[in-house]
Nanobody, 119 residues
Framework: QVQLVESGGGSVQAGGSLRLSCAASGVSYCSNMYWHRQATGKERVFVSGINNSGGTTYKESVKGRFTISQDNAKKTVYLEMTSLEPEDTAMYYC??????????????WGQGTQVAVSS
């Protein structure tokens, strides 16, 4: 069974830091991996992505504060978040394009990890 499991969320004060992790299991390899977030009452939006060459992209509002990285061997993606702002409060979701043992590529989503930033 394929699973993406996020961890590392929590409650911090503005200016604080958190490191999110997302580990894939039940797959042989993951290429592009992403972080999205959804604030209460709002749509889910893209936050950051990384491809298998190490190329990265970021939502404009998190540039310079968030850093995405990937451990291909561990099929894990990380999101280092610094200088957190109350506007960063949201449920953070991991998405990954992974290859199963039967060589089928598919997009998978995790269940989310909550980040709360207080002013």
């Amino acid at each position: 069974q394929v699973q993406l499991v996020e961890s590392g969320g929590g409650s911090v004060q503005a200016g604080g830091s958190l490191r999110l992790s997302c580990a894939a299991s039940g797959v042989s390899y993951c290429s592009n991996m992403y972080w999205h977030r959804q604030a209460t009452g709002k749509e889910r939006v893209f936050v950051s992505g990384i491809n298998n060459s190490g190329g990265t992209t970021y939502k404009e509002s998190v540039k310079g504060r968030f850093t995405i990285s990937q451990d291909n061997a561990k099929k894990t993606v990380y999101l280092e978040m610094t200088s957190l702002e109350p506007e960063d409060t949201a449920m953070y979701y991991c998405q990954a394009f992974c290859r199963r043992a039967d060589k089928v590529w598919q997009s998978y989503w995790g269940q989310g990890t909550q980040v709360a930033v207080s002013s």
